[in-house]
């Protein structure tokens, strides 16, 4: 059973920096993953953040977060990080963390239960 725990949410003013973790378990190592983060605001679609090859490191990062957001991993920790600088009232969402199994087929996915990050003075 694949779970996934976010934690670090929480409220900052514009301009500051949060962090946050996500614990992963029951993966299979052998396999191939992709780790993520998505957020929701209030009457929005759900968007992907940044994502991750747990193997190969390789990232990738939504346009409205390049330069601002980095994502990395911790295998050792099962962990996938989200750090988030530069913070604007527009990043105000819920986040959640997905992992994606990309090797074997099929394709897998998992979500975290999210937490909730608030940009505002």
């Known amino acids: 059973q694949v779970q996934l725990v976010e934690s670090g949410g929480g409220l900052v003013q514009p301009g500051g920096s949060l962090r946050l973790s996500c614990v992963a378990s029951g993966l299979t190592f052998t396999f191939r993953w992709a780790m993520s983060w998505y957020r929701q605001a209030p009457g929005k679609e759900r968007e992907l953040v940044a994502s991750i090859d747990r193997a190969a490191g390789s990232t990738n990062y939504a346009d409205s977060v390049k330069g601002r957001f980095t994502i990395s991993r911790d295998n050792a920790k099962n962990t996938v990080y989200l750090q988030m600088n530069s913070l604007k009232p527009d990043d105000t969402a819920v986040y959640y963390c997905?992992?994606?199994?990309?090797?074997?087929?099929?394709?897998?996915?998992?979500w975290g239960q999210g937490t909730q990050v608030t940009v505002s003075s």
């Open positions: 997905n992992t994606r199994k990309i090797l074997p087929p099929p394709p897998l996915v998992y």
